[in-house]
């Protein structure tokens, strides 16, 4: 959709280096999430945003930090990457009553 | 917490034939319910948004329904062709103190058999 982009699309990092993924959306919407994709897991959430500085965990939130510094972009960092975060992450945005919509994914390759 | 659970997990069913698809969830208490599509290798594609006040929504061969007070949410895709296979999500969507959140089912992988 072109409305949300991800990046970068693909990335292999070192086990101990941080890295950060990037959202941008371009529809202003309020909320921004960010879910990683596992097989057997399903999507699960990460951190989400509900405003510029406003942010909070989700469900599997340990090892990762998010910032919102503008509505249209939304950052997530590994401070520390390692194997386990290896996964597919998505970002998504929009609002409940006219729908969400999801970035094309980053598949981060933890070495 | 919210518990979101899709049945089957995985769907084969020859081109031509209607199917369901099933969504439950554990607290009624929502917002609204959105169905995605994802092919592999891919991102999520919205499908239909219904919104709790409303039972049905239809997009082309696709009808979604929702029975809050059971939690249950149902996909129903007509004359299914092979470009339908794809793994099918659905997101309850919450809103709590002006704060929404989604929680995902695991799926259903659907195969249209040619």
């Known amino acids: 959709d072109a409305g949300i982009t991800q990046s970068p699309r693909h990335k292999v990092t070192e086990t101990g280096t941080p890295v950060t993924l990037r959202c941008h959306q371009t529809?202003?919407?309020?909320?921004m999430y960010w879910y990683r994709q596992d097989p057997g897991h399903g999507l699960r959430l990460i951190h989400y945003?509900?405003?510029?500085?406003?942010?909070d965990k989700g469900e599997v939130s340990d090892g990762y930090s998010v910032s919102r510094s503008k509505t249209e972009d939304f950052l997530l960092t590994l401070e520390s990457a390692t194997s386990s975060q290896t996964s597919v992450y998505f970002c998504?945005?929009?609002?409940?009553?006219?729908?969400?919509?999801f970035g094309s994914g980053t598949r981060l390759t933890v070495v | 917490k919210q518990e979101v659970t899709q049945i089957p997990a995985a769907l084969s069913v020859p081109e031509g034939e209607n199917l369901v698809l099933n969504c439950s969830f554990t607290?009624?208490?929502?917002?609204?319910l959105q169905w995605f599509r994802q092919d592999p290798g891919k991102g999520l594609t919205s499908l239909l948004l219904i919104q709790s006040s409303q039972r049905e929504q239809t997009s082309g061969r696709l009808n979604a329904s929702l029975d809050k007070s059971s939690g249950r949410s149902t996909l129903y895709i007509a004359a299914s062709q092979p470009g339908d296979s794809a793994t099918y999500l659905c997101a309850v969507i919450k809103n709590t103190l002006g704060n929404e959140k989604l929680t995902f089912g695991t799926g259903t992988r659907l195969t249209i058999i040619p």
């Open positions: 529809e202003n919407h309020r909320y």
């Open positions: 998504a945005t929009g609002s409940g009553t006219y729908g969400y919509t």
């Open positions: 607290d009624s208490a929502i917002y609204n």
């Open positions: 945003s509900y405003g510029v500085k406003d942010t």
